[in-house]
């Protein structure tokens, strides 16, 4: 039996975790107020004698009646009563689920704020750094139905099953019906995952199911916090034929992931490399995305002869660089997908190599990285820290920063500014249509260089 890392998104004995946390009470008396700006989280943020009042689901231009809801970040939070006049950039939203689905923030503006607010959270991140003269390139978009990856949260209820995401600002979850941003192999599944859910969940048990759309199908694993018994593999393998999917997997109460029907091989083809996919690794959220992401960084580093790509999941970036790069070696913490890099790097005579190192705790160290002419990060959203401190004083040529986090990124980027790097470009990339996220790559080269 294989067995893989597991996703580290399950909950644990099935039951999903509720925040407790207490918030201030507020003053629930109605206000009318006038949205002059979009905030970081998607919300309209109005001014209330210099508090904030942040207003879901609301544009610049509109003016409502609202009531405060609860305390947050300095201000409050208001839910809209009524609207007293609708702002000029308002667009009916495509999904007849926005406004209670917690998936998407920002349906309800035109496209072209909708962008250039997108590219803002980029440019006001580095901002907050000192660093707003950085040139910011135009936003790379994925279009509608183009994320091939989620994870859905499913509940029994009674005799039925609710499969979808959270709703907005809540643990209840959505019944979700369409979905204008999955891919629509993903959203074609969820009435039969439902029926399949029904005979797996006790009542009030909760699962996740995170669904990945690859070439050879969709790839599921079903996170339900207890083993699987007999019944439960012989009814996922039925399933998975009766729905053709490439391969249904099963994450029990510990964290590890285990092929209860594996069909096709999952394999994703990059830079000549067919890859074979671990269950739930990390893949970027569209294919779009990844495109716009590999071109960037392989433009920045065709001149480098030895490459290091850090924090490089199944070797997305990796195997790409070794077209221009005489060696590529790559650096990622989850064994599973250290063991999927090794077994594709066969086929580059040892010019690929892959390390399995926690870049957090260990992070490579100066004499290490002076091996190389370019290096790669793409951490996950808390940034590398420890990682861009050691860059800043190793002084390899050129690094590449690819972030799904621009504070985290703005904030990394400051220390090799303040090294002797120069931040010469960033390129957003929205791969997650229609919510307050937006990820980036930024090249950085020693100054005169
Ligand atoms: C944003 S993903 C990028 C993966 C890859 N570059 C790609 O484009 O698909 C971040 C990766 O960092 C890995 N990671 C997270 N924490 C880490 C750590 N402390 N040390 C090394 N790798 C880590 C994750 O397993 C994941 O594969």
Known sequence: MTKAKGTGRGRRGGERRTSRRQTPA???RPLVVDIRSIGAGGDGVADDDGRPVYVPYTVPGDRVEVRPVASVAGGVRADILSFEAEGPHRVPPPCRHFGTCGGCA???LDDTVYVDWKRGRVVEALARQGLGEVPVGAVVRSPASAR???TFAARRIGRDVVLGFNAAKSHLIL?????PVLRPALVALLPSLRDLLRTMLEAMAAADVVVTETAAGVDLVFVMGREAGLDDRERLAGWAAENDVARVSWQGAEDVVEPIAARRPVTLSWGGADVAIPAGAFLQATAEGEAAIVERVLAATSEAARVADLYAGCGTIAFPLAASAKT?????????LVAAIERSAGAFSGRVSAEQRDLVAR?????ELRRFDAVVFDPPRAGAAPQARMLAE?????????SCNPATFARDARTLVDSGYRLREVTPIDQF???PHVELVGVFSRDGS
Do not use: I, K
């Open 26 to 28: 507020v003053d629930p």
């Open 106 to 108: 920002l349906q309800h």
């Open 148 to 150: 091939r990856r989620a």
């Open 175 to 179: 019944d979700l019906a369409e979905c």
């Open 328 to 336: 590529v070696h790559a650096v990622e913490g989850e064994a599973g």
């Open 363 to 367: 992070p490579l160290t100066v004499p």
């Open 394 to 402: 190793a002084g390899v040529p050129t690094v590449v920063g690819v």
């Open 433 to 435: 249509l229609w919510s």
